[in-house]
């Protein structure tokens, strides 16, 4: 599934274990919960999340990110 993300739209997701989050234009941060670590991925990234608890991605510009099971 592709979703447009404008500059700061927040994109929450939860119980998306094994998900994979794939930027394909722009750029996002990517925080989850339980995780100690958070990520800033550009275009070709990709992020599967590990847990079930929340996850938020927010973008740092107009962005287009996939959701990949």
């Known amino acids: ?7 700061n739209d927040f994109l929450r997701l939860r119980g998306a274990r ?6 394909v234009d722009g ?3 990517i925080t989850e919960d ?3 670590a958070d990520r800033f991925l550009g ?3 990709r992020y ?6 929340l996850v938020l991605v927010s973008a ?3 962005t ?4 990949v099971t």
């Not at 599934?1 to 500059?7: A, S, T, V, Y």
């Not at 599967?48 to 608890?53: E, N």
């Not at 287009?64 to 959701?67: F, T």
């Open 1 to 7: 599934m592709g979703l447009r993300l404008k500059d």
């Open 18 to 23: 094994g998900v994979a989050i794939e930027i």
């Open 27 to 29: 750029r996002v941060w």
């Open 34 to 36: 339980g995780c100690a």
């Open 43 to 45: 275009a070709g990234g």
């Open 48 to 53: 599967q999340v590990g847990g079930d608890g």
């Open 60 to 62: 740092e510009s107009a």
């Open 64 to 67: 287009e990110v996939r959701l």
